[in-house]
């Protein structure tokens, strides 16, 4: 394998992880504040179409990122509302926003352009073009550091530098900021919260509403950035994909890119290498396929140790009279 090549699995190890990056920081919130959500695929699923849809409809990239946000947060809502107000089983209306989001885009989706559940291809100022960094053509010709910079670092979208920016981000919220301390003090004791004077109720919904802003800008880098446009299904299992990553990192932000970037190295891996032939030998295109699953499954059974959860993560708060 020659540097040219690494660098190109490398390169397709970021555009890979943004998405399970983001979705990950999104549960983080959440499951931080208390709200289990395995509906992160749901809702990275209703923004992919509607980004798509809007963009493809206007032509413009930042109505589809803004529409996409908007979806997202109304599954939000409806978790939030289902979770909190009402009290209601999390891992159930999580799996419910699951369902929800799967039929409904379709449906949609063919009711709107009738190509067959997905949206027309977006081209021009409907997707999210590559950014090239200052200097990345003048450092291209400089041994090892100037294809790094230009090949690695430089030429991706916006989404994707954006992801990796709130990585140090979310670790300044949550460990350095009021807030921050609100929101993990409601997912490990929310009784001496509410003793304080805190609203219980408004920090989760507050952690909810982050989940959903986040899970919105993965879905819409779905479907305006990493492909063109919306397909049934594409997220492809992304949203178990970051729970699963978010376990392995336990709830902490820079654990979880470290974890993010390994399984999207899995992913690059698997997309690399099709059909190897070891032998005479070869190894369908389905095992590569399902490689990154059966690794994530083996890296959480054999190289997490004990990931605790927040205290009070997936019980409902009763605010005691």
């Known amino acids: ?121 977006l081209i021009g100022a409907a997707r999210f073009e590559p950014i090239t960094l200052p200097l990345a053509e003048t450092l291209q010709p ?53 003793t304080a004077g805190v609203s219980v109720v408004a920090t989760r919904y507050a952690a909810v509403a982050i989940c959903g802003v986040l899970c919105g800008i993965a879905g819409a880098y779905l479907a305006t950035a990493l492909q063109a446009g919306f397909v049934k299904d594409m997220t492809a299992g992304r949203g178990f994909i970051a729970l699963a990553a978010l376990i392995f990192a336990k709830w902490r932000p820079w654990q979880a890119l470290g974890a993010t970037l390994l399984f999207g190295f899995l992913q690059a891996i698997a997309l690399r290498y099709q059909n190897i032939d070891l032998g005479g030998v070869v190894v369908p295109v389905q095992v590569m396929d399902a490689l990154p699953y059966v690794l994530t499954v083996v890296i959480l059974a054999g190289f997490v140790g004990r990931a605790i959860p927040p205290r009070a993560g997936g019980e409902p708060y009763v605010k005691e009279r």
Request: charged residues 10%; aromatic residues 10%; neutral net charge.
């Open 142 to 194: 400089v041994p090892i550091l100037g294809p790094i910079y230009h090949e690695l670092i430089s030429g991706h979208t916006l989404p994707v530098y954006l992801a990796f920016a709130l990585v140090p981000v979310s670790w300044w919220v949550l460990y350095h900021t009021r807030f921050g301390l609100r929101l993990r003090a409601v997912g490990e004791s929310p009784e001496a919260l509410d």
């Open 1 to 121: 394998m020659d540097f040219a090549t690494v660098l190109q699995i490398l390169d397709s190890t970021v555009r890979l992880a943004t998405p399970l990056l983001l979705a990950c920081l999104a549960g983080l919130f959440s499951e931080r504040a208390g709200i289990f959500d395995i509906g992160l695929e749901g809702k990275m699923l209703a923004s992919a179409f509607f980004s798509a849809a809007v963009a493809a409809v206007t032509g413009s990239v930042w109505l589809g990122l803004g529409a996409g946000i908007a979806a997202s947060l109304v599954m939000a809502a409806i978790h939030g509302a289902a979770s909190i107000s009402f009290r209601g089983n999390q891992l159930i209306s999580g799996v419910a926003i699951n369902f929800l989001a799967a039929g409904l885009t379709v449906v949609i989706a063919q009711t709107w352009f009738s190509q067959g559940g997905r949206t027309p291809s």
